[in-house]
C-alpha cells in the first residue's frame, strides 16, 4: 500500500537559541518559526502538511467514488482517450486525427492519467503549440467530458486561449511565376497555369464534374468546395486568350 509522506518536517537548532525550524523537504528549505516552544512549533508543522495532503486526499476520495462505477478511471491515459477518439472516426477524418496523435506538443500529455492532470498542463500545451492543438485538444479534451472519463472540466471555458487562425490570401503573381518556373512536370505546369488563369484552388479543379469551357464564347464556369460538399457558385469568369491556350495544348486537361 503506497503511503502519504510528510513534506514539512520540523527541527531545532541549539546554537541559535533552541528555535525550531521547518524543513521543506522538496526544495530542502529551512524557514525559522520564530518560537522555541516545541507544543507551538509542531502545530505550525502540521498544518502546513495538512494543508499539503488535502488536495491529495480530496482526489483519492474522488478516484474511490469513480472507480466505483468505471474501473478504469484511475489508470486511463489521454493517450487511450485518443485513441479512442480516433477509431470513432472514418475514411479522411480519421487519417487526419492520426496525423494530430503524432503532434510533439501532445506528447507530455498523453501518457498522463486523465483524471489526475491539472488544467495548467492543458494551457502549457496549448501555448507551446499551434492553432491545430488548441482545436484538437478541445475536441479530445470533450471527448473526454462526453464519455465520462472526466468529471469535470480541467479548464473553464472562458479560459480555453482563442483561436486565432493566420491570415489567409492567394498566392501573388510572383510566387506563381516561381511555381512554374522550378516545375519540371510539363503536365503539371499545364495544370497549375490553368488553376491560375481560372482562379481555381489546385484541390477544386479536379473534382468539379461540372466544370465546362466553351472555346467559342471564352468562357469558364468556376467554383468553390466547402467541407463537405462541393458547392457550384455560378461564377462565370471571362477566360484570357492564355488560359485557353493551355487547355487547348494539353488535350487530357479539357473538361468535358
Same mark, same amino acid.
Given at each position: ?27 530542502? @528549505? ?16 502540521d ?5 499539503? $495532503? ?8 474522488? =478516484?474511490?467514488? %469513480? ?8 489508470? +486511463? ?7 479512442s &477518439?480516433?477509431?470513432? =472516426? ?19 500529455? %498523453?501518457? $498522463? ?9 492543458? %494551457? ?6 499551434t492553432?491545430?492543438? !488548441?482545436?484538437?485538444? +478541445?475536441r479530445?479534451?470533450?471527448?473526454c ?11 473553464? @471555458? $472562458? ?9 489567409? +490570401?492567394?498566392?501573388? %503573381? ?29 484541390g ?7 466544370? +465546362? ?8 464556369? !468556376?467554383?468553390?468546395r ?8 455560378? &461564377?462565370? &469568369? ?19
Open positions: 500500500m503506497n503511503t502519504m509522506t510528510t513534506r514539512f518536517r520540523l527541527t531545532c537548532c541549539g546554537i541559535r537559541g533552541g528555535i525550531f525550524y521547518c524543513v521543506d523537504k522538496t526544495p530542502g @528549505k529551512r524557514t525559522s518559526l520564530q518560537t522555541t516552544n516545541r507544543d507551538d512549533a509542531q502545530q505550525i508543522v498544518a502546513k502538511n495538512q494543508a499539503e $495532503r488535502q488536495p491529495v486526499l480530496n482526489l483519492h476520495i474522488a =478516484k474511490a467514488y %469513480l472507480a466505483g462505477t468505471d474501473n478504469g478511471m484511475n489508470t +486511463r491515459t489521454w493517450q487511450h482517450a485518443l485513441d &477518439l480516433i477509431a470513432s =472516426k472514418l475514411a479522411a477524418n480519421q487519417q487526419g486525427w492520426r496525423i494530430v496523435a503524432k503532434n510533439p506538443e501532445l506528447a507530455p500529455l %498523453l501518457p $498522463r492519467i486523465i483524471i489526475e492532470t491539472p488544467g495548467e498542463l492543458l %494551457l502549457k500545451t496549448m501555448q507551446a503549440g492553432v491545430s492543438t !488548441n482545436v484538437f485538444l +478541445r479530445l479534451h470533450n471527448f467530458l462526453d464519455m465520462n472519463w472526466l468529471p469535470w472540466s480541467l479548464v473553464p @471555458k $472562458r479560459q480555453w486561449p482563442e483561436v486565432k487562425f493566420k491570415e489567409k +490570401r492567394a498566392i501573388t %503573381l510572383e510566387e506563381h511565376q516561381q511555381i512554374i518556373a522550378a516545375e519540371v512536370n510539363p503536365e503539371r505546369k499545364a495544370f497549375y497555369q490553368l488553376c491560375w488563369h481560372l482562379g481555381s484552388r489546385q477544386d479543379l479536379p473534382l468539379c464534374s461540372q466544370f +465546362r469551357t466553351a472555346s467559342r464564347l471564352k468562357v469558364s464556369s !468556376n467554383f468553390r466547402s467541407r463537405t460538399d462541393v458547392c457550384f457558385m455560378g &461564377l462565370f &469568369l471571362q477566360s484570357s486568350p492564355d488560359s485557353l491556350s493551355v487547355n487547348s495544348r494539353q488535350p487530357h486537361f479539357r473538361i468535358r
